[in-house]
């Protein structure tokens, strides 16, 4: 007897975590819809079990027609799987950080999100499937000068639980991954905002923060080339919450992760001394 296939959608799949997901769960028998923004990064996903889709979570036509695309594809078999990865980390401190900027920050990481929610729990509906929801250690913690990430990161860790406990009746699950610093892409780009917003800032601000934020920036590089860990590790994670036959609602990836889930139990003061230096 043939068995049925699992379709998967994963969202910014064209770099880290995503791409890694991809191709690790076409391997292992899914067929994966990838989530790509770019004609470059659809070229690299091609394959066997790999379909790239063109997917912008801050274009809800965008989102529409995949939505009708995958529908088309998956039939009756509805959607296995929805992997929540798209993202992007904006950097620099609250006092000053523009406000479309914080904007763009919260449409990604959690309007955006929601959108696709939306869309495609009618295909998790259909094939009493999952949702896996890609989180950070800035879910539980407060990073200086990365308040609008942080802010988008609780906001979705709230949505997660929210909607967690609204798909119960269905026995949908809905997981969260939680990484602490991994080897992708996002780290640079995040840098780069960061000086990008440091850039424009007015003289008022860079002479507030200016000397505080260059070290901070070469910190923040040794710290994620000491270390971060490969993406697979996380690409572990989601497939157990793919599979798992008692999904947990959260997975943490990493000692870091683990250490500052710990650590948020500590008095707010000691918090602010070991996360400020």
Not at 211 to 236: G, H, N, Q
Not at 245 to 266: E, I, Q, S
Request: charged share 25%; with cysteine; proline share 5%.
């Amino acid at each position: 007897m043939q068995r049925k296939k699992r379709y998967i959608l994963i969202t910014g799949a064209s770099s880290g975590i995503g791409k890694t997901s991809a191709l690790m769960l076409a391997d292992r028998g899914f067929t994966v819809f990838a989530g790509v923004r770019k004609e470059r990064d659809a070229g690299d996903l091609e394959g066997e079990n790999i379909i790239p889709v063109f997917i912008d979570v801050n274009d809800s036509a965008l989102v529409g027609e995949s939505f009708l695309r995958i529908s088309e594809t998956v039939q009756e078999s509805g959607l296995y799987g929805l992997v929540n990865n798209a993202g992007i980390a904006v950097a620099g401190p609250v006092e000053f950080l523009p406000l479309e900027k914080l904007r763009l920050q919260l449409e990604t990481n959690v309007i955006g999100q929601v959108t696709v929610i939306q869309a495609f729990l009618p295909l998790i509906r259909q094939a009493k499937g999952r949702i896996v929801n890609i989180s950070s250690i800035a879910g539980f913690s407060a990073f200086p000068f990365k308040g609008a990430y942080c802010a988008s990161k609780h906001a979705f860790e709230a949505i997660s639980g929210s909607l967690r406990r609204e798909l119960r009746h269905w026995g949908i699950p809905v997981s969260i991954i939680g990484p602490g610093i991994i080897k992708t892409p996002i780290w640079e780009r995040s840098l780069e905002l960061f000086n990008e917003t440091m850039r424009e800032m007015s003289p008022e601000a860079r002479k507030y923060y200016g000397d505080y934020c260059e070290p901070l920036i070469e910190r923040t590089r040794k710290r994620v080339d000491k270390t971060a860990i490969p993406p697979e590790r996380v690409t572990k994670a989601i497939l157990r919450a793919l599979t798992d036959k008692n999904p947990r609602t959260r997975y943490l990836v990493g000692r870091d992760a683990f250490f500052l889930n710990l650590m948020r139990f500590l008095p707010d003061k000691v918090l602010d001394i070991m996360l400020s230096s």
